[in-house]
Every structure is written in structure tokens, then in C-alpha cells.
């Protein structure tokens, strides 16, 4: 153990620790931030498993072709409803002036 705390070793797993951390927070306000501005406030409150079940992992189908990203998805699904809704309020946002 004290070959461990005066070595190296010790800083590497700090570092580690501390860029885990600082992922894990930002992973959070992500989230926390795409549930109000894109899904709403009935989502806000949701916790993402819920998310994950209702939202995200429904069957569809990914199309590339000609510089074209093309997500098929059945037309009567729930979801789909949410998807263009959501959609909507992403294009919405506007971009912050920086400088």
C-alpha cells in the first residue's frame, strides 16, 4: 500500500476517477437538458428506463443513402407523434451567439 501511495499509481487513478466523474455529470446534464428542451415537461419527470422502453427502443429502420440519414418508422406507433414533436423543438432551438 505504500508503494502504491508514493508511486505514480496513485495520481493515474485520481485522473481516472476525476475525467469519470466529470463524463458521468455532463452525461446528466445532457440528459436532464434533451428531456426539457426536446421531450417536454411530461418526460422531464421520467426517469430514462422509462425513456429507454417508450422512446428510444422502438422498431424501425436506418437509411443511408445519398448523403441521406432516412429513420422509417411505422406510421400508427405511439412514439411516432413524439418523434416529430420532439424533432420540431430541436430545430426549434436556436443557437447562442458565442464571443
Not at 1 to 7: H, K, N, Q, V
Not at 8 to 31: K, R, V
Not at 42 to 56: C, D, G, L, N, V
Not at 83 to 98: K, N, W
Request: glycine fraction near 4%; avoid cysteine.
Amino acid at each position: 500500500m505504500r508503494r502504491f501511495l508514493l508511486s505514480d499509481h496513485l495520481l493515474e487513478y485520481l485522473l481516472f476517477n476525476t475525467f469519470w466523474w466529470w463524463f458521468m455529470i455532463l452525461a446528466m446534464n445532457l440528459n436532464s437538458a434533451m428531456k426539457r428542451l426536446g421531450l417536454g415537461m411530461y418526460w422531464a419527470s421520467r426517469r430514462m428506463k422509462a425513456i429507454r422502453f417508450s422512446f428510444i427502443n422502438i422498431p424501425g429502420r436506418i437509411v443511408e443513402r445519398s448523403r441521406e440519414l432516412i429513420i422509417r418508422l411505422v406510421k400508427d406507433h405511439p412514439a411516432f407523434a413524439l418523434f416529430l414533436e420532439a424533432r420540431s423543438r430541436t430545430m426549434a432551438l436556436v443557437p447562442a451567439a458565442s464571443g
